[in-house]
């Protein structure tokens, strides 16, 4: 079996030397592996760092970097890195995290003892709180339900970031799942996509992978005006996307329709307490508006009125509820009830009503 790493690098100076070395040090007698860096444009001594450590290095890992001509973005950096790959499965690292010690070695032989999995997701620990990813998973779960592992991901019950997960490209390639481009936080829709095309999924409760919470990234990055609006309207461009790539009901023993709205709605929640918190053009705040409607009436076409009653809490004035009573820190409790009792009237929905 043969596996491609790709590893997008920018601005990570100060943590690429250890994701490297950490790919260096596995045990790869299992398998044949290409590590793929794509140079993003930063304007750090990252990629001399990057070049030093794979001249030192002599193993069987084949290194290559690409480099784009500007910079692009990590959404970018990832598909390009894919695109040159020639791996059976494809395993995506940010360069400012590591593997364990062992974490690819065990990764590679779970998937060999499941050859049949489409995805193998290993456990992962938070290194700045030290939460696990997978707390309450004991010993691997092959899933080989789409209404099993969908529902849970749609639940958020399965973490939705690239990193450490060994994904049959051919997956990837044959249904064309690649992140929108331009945008932060893409691996929400990326994910939705990804879980709505594979046939089964292996859970892996040994952590393989090691988060570093790095208060330079992109992601964590100071709002700006610019940076607040890109922000939110990143977070529209997904919504948009998530609204037009409605679940396949023949695909599904269950009706989707509550778990597709509410996962829909989370992810939005994001950007209205951001447009909340910080300065954001006109422009932006119009589209986050139209956006809302387009949740919200879709729900009413689905003939979901409590979850429609949920989604009026995105629009004034009954957001002010979410400040009065500390809501938005009880969010996921309220979802989870909400969920649970909207599901109690699916007798009354047609799947195919999606």
């Not at 970031?161 to 490209?169: D, E, G, M, P, Q």
Request: proline share 3%; glycine share 4%; aromatic share 10%.
């Amino acid at each position: 079996m043969k596996l491609s790493i790709v590893i997008p690098v920018y601005h990570v100076e100060k943590y690429i030397q250890r994701c490297l070395e950490s790919v260096m040090s596995q045990d790869l007698a299992s398998a044949e592996v290409e590590c793929i860096l794509v140079d993003d444009c930063g304007v750090d001594g990252s990629m001399d760092i990057v070049r030093r450590t794979i001249e030192a290095y002599h193993g069987p890992i084949c290194f290559q970097v690409l480099s784009h001509d500007v910079n692009r973005g990590l959404s970018a950096a990832r598909n390009t890195g894919v695109s040159h790959s020639t791996g059976d499965y494809v395993l995506f690292m940010d360069s400012d995290d590591y593997l364990t010690p062992d974490g690819l070695t065990y990764l590679l032989q779970q998937q060999q003892a499941h050859p049949e999995a489409d995805l193998v997701i290993g456990n992962a620990l938070m290194k700045k709180d030290g939460k696990l990813l997978h707390p309450n998973l004991s010993e691997p779960w092959l899933i080989d339900s789409p209404d099993i592992f969908f529902r849970r991901m749609l639940r958020h019950q399965i973490y939705l970031y690239a990193w450490n997960k060994l994904i049959r490209r051919s997956v990837l390639t044959e249904n064309k799942v690649t992140f929108i481009e331009g945008i932060l936080y893409e691996d929400q829709s990326w994910s939705y996509h990804l879980f709505s095309v594979v046939s089964s999924v292996l859970l892996l409760p040994q952590v393989t992978y090691i988060y570093e919470w790095n208060d330079s990234s992109i992601v964590h990055a100071q709002l700006t005006l610019e940076r607040a609006d890109k922000t939110v309207n990143s977070y529209i461009i997904s919504t948009r996307w998530l609204l037009q790539h409605r679940p396949i009901a023949q695909q599904y023993a269950g009706n989707m329709a509550v778990d597709y709205l509410l996962f829909i709605a989370n992810y939005l929640q994001n950007a209205i307490d951001i447009a909340q918190r910080n300065k954001v053009s006109p422009d932006v705040l119009r589209h986050l508006r139209t956006v809302k409607t387009a949740l919200l009436l879709r729900s009413l076409r689905y003939g979901r009125m409590l979850v429609t009653l949920f989604l009026l809490t995105l629009f004034w004035p009954l957001r002010l509820l979410q400040w009065l009573f500390n809501y938005r820190h009880h969010y996921y409790e309220t979802e989870w009830v909400v969920n649970r009792l909207a599901h109690l009237a699916d007798p009354l929905h047609r799947k195919n009503s999606l």
